[in-house]
């Protein structure tokens, strides 16, 4: 019998450390190497760290200081939100190609219903194993996948697979792979919680299955109680629910040298403006506002942006407001990595007046 139908259609994909990965693929001469992504100085705090840098017990929301500490070899970057955003946004595109029913998390990880899709991709195993390669292919980082019949047990199960790891959970077997966790794993347990349980000697989440719902209840509260209780028997009816995509597009280009020249600024923001008017075009919508993104030689980035008085799909009147927008800044010969040109607040052409 196919997992689609013993209702294990739920997909939680979860990239495996997303922004020391984006990093590594970005220096690849750091590759197998302890990295932390973080802020520095005595404020400085881990945002995220390769699995070289978690075996010396670095962690997420640790103070930097603190990490050097436990692992003094390791490499300290400020991280690039910017870039995370944008490989986000080619990870979420990717699974809309899978299916419509995606839910964002975060930055990093997303539920999927593929129920619908199991005719043009197979079952959700092969979908998920798909989905690995090809963000593997497109984007150079891994990801782990819980595969089960609700959000829950998917999301415990990408938990259980990483780093860059599969696991299934069907239905049949879901006591099993619940039963021996800690009650830590049970959505909802946080330290207090967590304490109050152990207090009642319930250490896993099967001698939590097997007290009475009322006792719960009395010890953590009556929706928590109940809350608990249902998860520990593998209850779990919340459907993925997706979100609506980026209500724009865009083109932007890293140049191969830095480029201190505003006739070359001023004909690769032509070249990026008709790339995404020919996008609107092809998808049959018009911009409301034109942004652009300027990133220079130390990385720093900025953006402006320009509302129109007529949305529009024309190359020309994207490229004369993005040059507008550039110009205004005032660089003087500054070295420039990055250009890019978006459009946003798109609206379907065919529902607004068109100007001759």
């Not at 978690?54 to 939100?81: E, I, N």
């Not at 990026?272 to 652009?292: D, M, N, P, Q």
Request: aromatic residues 6%; glycine residues 8%.
């Amino acid at each position: 019998m196919s997992d689609r139908a013993t209702g294990c259609t739920v997909l939680h994909v979860d990239m495996d450390a997303f922004f020391a990965s984006v990093e590594v693929r970005r220096h690849p001469e750091l590759a197998g190497t302890p990295v932390i992504v973080g802020g520095v100085g005595n404020r400085g705090v881990v945002t995220s760290a390769t699995y070289e840098a978690r075996r010396y017990g670095v962690h997420s929301a640790m103070p930097t200081s603190r990490a050097l500490r436990l692992c003094p070899t390791a490499t300290v970057l400020p991280g690039d939100l910017e870039l995370y955003a944008e490989v986000s946004r080619s990870v979420m595109a990717l699974f809309r190609t899978i299916t419509p029913l995606v839910e964002p998390l975060s930055l990093d990880e997303a539920f999927l219903d593929v129920s619908g899709s199991g005719r043009r991709l197979g079952d959700p195993v092969a979908i998920a194993e798909y989905i690995r390669a090809r963000v593997f292919d497109e984007q150079g980082i891994t990801c782990s996948v819980g595969v089960a019949g609700s959000k829950f047990v998917a999301k415990l199960a990408s938990t259980r697979s990483k780093p860059d790891g599969l696991m299934v959970v069907r239905p049949a077997e879901v006591m099993d792979f619940l039963h021996p966790l800690p009650v830590g794993a049970l959505w909802g347990v946080g330290p207090k919680t967590e304490e109050v349980l152990l207090r009642l000697g319930l250490r896993t989440v099967g001698d939590l299955a097997h007290v009475p719902a009322r006792t719960l209840q009395r010890a953590v509260g009556h929706a928590a109680g109940s809350h608990l209780h249902e998860l520990a028997w593998g209850r779990d009816p919340r459907r993925v629910v997706p979100d609506e995509p980026d209500r724009s597009t865009g083109a932007e280009e890293t140049f191969g040298t830095d480029v201190d020249d505003p006739a070359v600024i001023h004909r690769e923001l032509l070249h990026l403006a008709e790339r995404t008017a020919g996008r609107l075009r092809s998808t049959g919508h018009l911009t409301r506002t034109v942004s652009i993104k300027v990133r220079f030689a130390d990385f720093t980035t900025i953006t402006r942006s320009r509302t129109l008085k007529v949305p529009t799909d024309v190359g020309q009147e994207l490229y004369e407001t993005a040059r507008a927008l550039y110009d205004a800044l005032g660089l003087d010969r500054a070295r420039i990595r990055l250009v890019g040109v978006r459009a946003e607040g798109l609206v379907e052409a065919g529902s607004t007046a068109r100007q001759l």
